[in-house]
């Protein structure tokens, strides 16, 4: 009996080595590996860096956190409202887009309530780009890989929260400069990567390739309408 879990054992483990070593052959699915992977270290690393800054703003450092912590309820109900309707991609490249902008805006911007919300709405958006990414990855890949390559690019991606708190060591405006290039680069490498919306997940490495969002149904001919019928008229009228 132990000899044959043995076997059955050795038999997976050489299953998944084999899953990730035809993973790692297709230049595709390695290119797509790496720009999830640099997705999620700009995610954690803006996201993390914004989380432990929040107390650093100006006004209330409890009222600020507070404020901070309440983006996470709302970039949940905006994620169950757009990632069906809109699409993982373009809802993801936006959020990442639209954060970079709120971070660099206080170069611009010298307004002590707009510093604010535009903080603010840089972590709703970091946030909702970071919840988002759970789906989109794991819709990336095959099945045999599917969450083993989700599990290795969040590991990798925590890179970004490793270095996220030393970011207080830095002036606020260096700050910004970072989490802006970090939340555009990444905007700009989702674009990389198919969208996967309506798209049936991947079985094998070779459906994973071809991932395409379906096209939607075609709309029925049209049908002409039916002359009307001739009405019937009783001999008594």
């Not at 080595?17 to 052959?25: D, G, I, K, Q, T």
């Not at 390559?149 to 969040?154: F, I, T």
């Not at 990798?156 to 606020?172: E, K, N, Y």
């Not at 994973?208 to 001999?235: I, N």
Request: aromatic share 10%; glycine share 4%.
């Amino acid at each position: 009996m132990s000899k044959l879990q043995e076997t059955t054992r050795a038999a997976a483990q050489g299953g998944r080595e084999r899953a990730w070593l035809s993973v790692l052959r297709s230049r595709v699915l390695l290119w797509r590996f790496v720009v999830c992977c640099w997705c999620w270290a700009a995610t954690t690393f803006v996201y993390y860096g914004l989380t432990i800054n929040s107390v650093a703003l100006a006004g209330n450092k409890y009222v600020n956190f507070a404020l901070n912590m309440s983006m996470e309820i709302a970039a949940s109900v905006l994620i169950m409202m757009a990632l069906e309707r809109i699409g993982r991609k373009l809802c993801i490249f936006f959020a990442f887009l639209l954060c970079g902008i709120a971070c660099v805006s206080p170069f611009f911007i010298n307004h002590e309530g707009i510093t604010l919300a535009m903080f603010f709405m840089g972590k709703l958006s970091i946030t909702f780009a970071f919840n988002s990414l759970y789906v989109f990855t794991a819709e990336l890949y095959p099945t045999h890989t599917r969450s083993s390559a989700l599990a290795a690019c969040s590991l990798v991606g925590r890179v970004g929260s490793v270095l996220a708190p030393q970011t207080p060591l830095l002036s606020m405006y260096l700050q910004a400069i970072l989490y802006g290039a970090c939340s555009v680069t990444a905007a700009l490498a989702v674009l990389c990567v198919p969208e996967t919306r309506s798209a049936s997940l991947p079985q094998r490495v070779a459906d994973a390739e071809r991932l395409r969002p379906a096209a939607p149904p075609p709309e029925p001919p049209f049908a002409p309408e039916s002359p009307p019928r001739p009405r019937l008229v009783s001999a008594e009228t």
